[in-house]
């Protein structure tokens, strides 16, 4: 198990660097000169030069990749151009308001997909499984967006219920959570459904059911444990998936964290923020991925046992 | 030699519409289908429903913020601007810019499915992990960067949300062209002397087409959202162009006076999301029964 935990560890650096490769060309391809936008329109161009080679901008761009890694291995990946604030210091003041929300939006999913998923499973082609089905198309079908300001619409502008954006206590961290969890709330209740589905039409469901096993116990014990494995890969990925979707629900209620700070720093053309913000969430994002492989592994003894 | 023929082109035509039939049998796939059809005609034939230049862009600011009333069906915009036919103009750009970026995907990540499926090897094995570097960004987030970086237009967008899911899609073709390759008659055609690129062209992509239809409609869809989201968030085609997210965003500040000019926009993906789902779904059970359970 430590094998395959050191194995997939070792894995995950050549796509670091390589989505730290990517994103640089991108953000190296962006038009405008990054000393023009600090020193402002209006600078000489003497200065803009000087600036330009104190900041190594007239380096060949493999150079200056390779620098931006060799310092963001020290933890430096640059200063902001607007507030000229070293970025990573502003992401981790940010990140943990992101993943708050995002660990929200998870548990609001969880909450409502695999419970719902079990009980149309269980009533196969009853009226609750139709209406859950027809609720998770839709789920999925919208634009979270919006469903986040419909929420604002109904919860805090008619009904004055919650509040419409910020992050002060839990009140305001709930309709953020459902707006971003809603759709994988619904990925997660069809992967629920289908996957519990088939397991029940296995022979030892019905060997549990003969022996007169109570079928609580048959659904909640022996068939749900097997039913979790697809389960905890789809709810892996939708954690790692909601973490780059914060981006448009931060948006929505002006919540403080990595997404807007991207959004803000595209705004105001601050490429070493854009880069850091992208780079920093792709990085989680892989390790979120690990993670569920290495979960994974422990739910299923047969992945386990190919790395004894 | 001419029956053969025949036989061949009769046997070719069942096929597609051995499919047909199956779909025309899934009442979601058909509900899908006509809603689309409807979005598509309003679509083409805006310009008979409502002048781009005086209805669609033109700002009238007696009439701003109105609500749903029989002279504007959907009420008017911050602008003015009566909401049903920016919806109907803007469904042209939505379904170009899926339609668009889904092709780009399709292109890109067919080519590189396809080499790395059927040459296997070290070929196979540069391209995948290069494909799995792009899906450790979150594709929201890749579009971001490639549209910050190239500048927000309409072409840009495509190009963006095209990129972004390239390698789903080269995913799909190579796990396709995998499993077809060491078959007979890929064999039978290697043997008689077929070239590499007539064999993909020829018998290797006809085969792979069923997933990649699936995968290309239920693709559309999520083209569709992230653009909305890219505009949404002010990285979309610049106003008074009349794109759903931008329609939506725009309509944000007035949500306590004027819910309509969020609401509708907000419906207008959302049904067209769902018929590409529903379609989606139906081709899925139409063109591979055996996936049906």
Known sequence: MHKYILHRLLLLIPVILGVTFIVYSIMYLTPGDPAQIILGESAP??????????????????????????NGLKGDFGRSYSTRRPVF????????????????????????????GIISATKQYSLFDNVSMVGALLGVSMPNFWFGLMLVLVFSVTLKWLPSGGD??????????????????????????????????????????AKGVLEKKVINKHALKNALIPIITVVGLQ???????????????????VGRLLVDAIRQKDTPMV????????????????MVDILYAYVDPRIKSQYK | MATAKKSKKNKKRSQWSEVWRRLKKNKMAMVGLTILTIIVLLAVFADFIADYDEVVIKQNL??????????????????GRDIFARLIHGARVSLKVGIISVGISIIIGGILGSIAGYYGGLID???????????????????????SALGPSLMNLMIAVGISSVPSYARIVRASVLSIRDQEFIEAAKAIGASDLRIVLKHIIPNTLAPVIVQGTLGVAGAILSTAGLSFIGLGIRPPAPEWGAMLAGGRAYLRYAWHVTTFPGLAIMTIILALNFLGDGLRDALDPRLKQ
């Open chain 1, 168 to 209: 002060n206590g839990l009140s305001s961290l709930v309709l953020p959570a459902i707006t971003l969890g809603t759709s994988a709330a619904a990925l997660i209740t069809r992967m629920t459904r289908s996957s519990m589905l088939e397991v029940i039409r296995q022979d030892y469901i019905r060997t549990a059911r």
């Open chain 1, 89 to 116: 210091e502003e992401i981790f003041a940010r990140f943990p308001a992101t993943l708050k929300l995002t660990i929200a939006g998870v548990l609001v999913a969880i909450i409502i997909g695999i419970p719902v």
């Open chain 1, 239 to 257: 954690f790692g998936y909601l973490l780059g979707g914060a981006v448009l629900t931060e948006t929505v209620f002006s919540w403080p964290g």
């Open chain 1, 45 to 70: 161009p003497e200065k803009v030069e000087q600036l330009r080679e104190e900041m190594g901008l007239n380096d060949p761009f493999i150079v200056q990749y390779f620098r931006f890694i060799k």
């Open chain 2, 125 to 147: 094995n540069i391209i995948m992990r290069t494909m799995d570097i792009f899906l450790a960004i979150p594709s929201i987030l890749l579009a971001i960067a490639i549209v």
């Open chain 1, 275 to 290: 880069l850091a913000s992208v780079v920093f969430v792709s990085v989680t994002f892989s390790f979120v991925n690990l």
């Open chain 2, 62 to 79: 007696k009439e701003r913020l109105q609500g749903p009333s029989a002279k504007h069906w959907l009420g008017t915009d911050e602008f």
